[in-house]
């Protein structure tokens, strides 16, 4: 994943994701907008065939934008590894009962 850093202000913050697409960006933003520094975050495809989004963080003052852009991350990461455990344990669950039922 290559990040490129297109307006950084005290507050404000805008990246460009190369090779990402709206599942990723719309993950990312709603785990932002659950925080209560973060006054407004979204993201834009600017163009239907590059999978280029933007993505837009503006915080309040007392948080930095890479920072919250971070906390989303480590979120998003730490959600993500709890669905693939769940994931993982209703599947082994399930194989076991079909294995049951074969028998």
């Avoid at 090779?19 to 993950?27: D, V």
């Avoid at 990461?77 to 049951?100: D, M």
Wanted: glycine share 4%; net charge positive.
């Amino acid at each position: 994943m290559k990040v490129k850093i297109l307006k950084r202000e005290p507050q404000e913050l805008k990246i460009e994701i190369e090779g990402e697409s709206h599942s990723f960006c719309n993950a990312l933003q709603k785990v932002l907008l659950e925080d209560k520094t973060v006054e407004m975050a979204g993201y834009d495809l600017p163009h239907p065939l590059i999978s280029n989004p933007i993505v837009y963080v503006r915080t309040m003052e007392q948080q930095k934008p890479e920072a919250a852009l971070r906390e989303a991350a480590q979120k998003l990461q730490k959600r993500n590894n709890e669905f693939r455990e769940a994931f993982k344990r209703a599947l082994e669950a399930w194989q076991r009962g079909q294995g049951q039922t074969r028998s």
